[in-house]
């Protein structure tokens, strides 16, 4: 191979590199934006939820199941089906050591709390 034609090669080599560096570096970091209500719904995750399903710090025997990407399954953790329906059913009704929410969350609020969990938990 000529002079000319490793330039070239080098050339595209370390632009390939660059590229491939700049996504990589911009991907670890980029996170979508939660909307208004996305960002209601977390409040109410952080405040009520968070300490059960995240930290544990009412040291329970039995740890809660992590509520992260609940929606990017088919199923919740108790094996019903993972829709809006039964999470918000859960929620208010309260399943094993879970309590009852009813009475805690408006419809607003729900609706929030339901928009972060699909929005992944960020």
């Known amino acids: 191979m000529n002079r000319t034609g490793r330039r070239i090669r080098r050339f595209f080599a370390s632009l390939a590199l660059e590229v491939a560096a700049s996504g990589i570096l911009t991907g670890c970091h980029s996170k979508t934006a939660l909307t208004e209500q996305e960002e209601a719904g977390k409040r109410l995750y952080l405040g009520r939820c968070a300490h059960c399903h ?18 990017a399954q088919s199923k919740l953790p108790s094996g019903a089906a993972a829709t809006d329906t039964e999470v918000r059913r859960v929620v208010l009704q309260g399943k094993g050591m879970m309590p009852a ?8 609020q729900m609706a929030a709390l339901l928009a972060y969990l699909h929005a992944g938990v960020q």
């Open 101 to 108: 929410f009813t009475g805690r969350f408006d419809e607003e």
């Open 54 to 71: 995240e930290d544990n710090d009412l040291a329970l025997k039995k740890v809660p199941p992590g509520l992260h990407h609940v929606f």
